[in-house]
């Protein structure tokens, strides 16, 4: 079992910048891939950005040179750095963990509002 806590969400102007946190805990060496997804009212949930176990890290089109995804090895915290935030950025944001074989933890979700 994982349990995942995420933070750092709000209301921030466009071009802002936000970080989101997500701390792990439990059996956390057994999470081959973290990540973030977002959901926008009357989208479906969306990757944002992936961090894998092998370091690579795929992000969306649309937040690419905007976001960055790293990781806190020492206490498994992972994080998304989010910079030059537009309106379109709006959704509640998602942590993920895999730990393969089609099991999937998620977080409760954060809100990221971005105003105009």
């Known amino acids: 079992q994982v349990q995942l806590v995420e933070s750092g969400g709000g209301l921030v102007q466009s071009g802002g910048s936000l970080r989101l946190s997500c701390a792990a805990s439990?059996?956390?060496?057994?999470?081959?891939?973290k990540g973030w997804y977002r959901q926008a009212p009357g989208k479906q949930r969306e990757m944002v950005a992936l961090i894998t176990s092998g370091g690579n890290t795929p992000y969306a089109d649309s937040v690419k040179g905007r976001f960055t995804i790293s990781e806190d090895f020492a206490n498994g915290t992972v994080y998304l750095q989010m910079n030059s935030l537009k309106p379109e950025d709006t959704a509640v944001y998602y942590c993920l963990a895999s730990v393969g074989g089609g099991n999937n933890y998620w977080g409760q979700g954060t809100q990221v509002t971005v105003s105009s």
């Open positions: 439990g059996d956390i060496f057994s999470i081959n891939v």
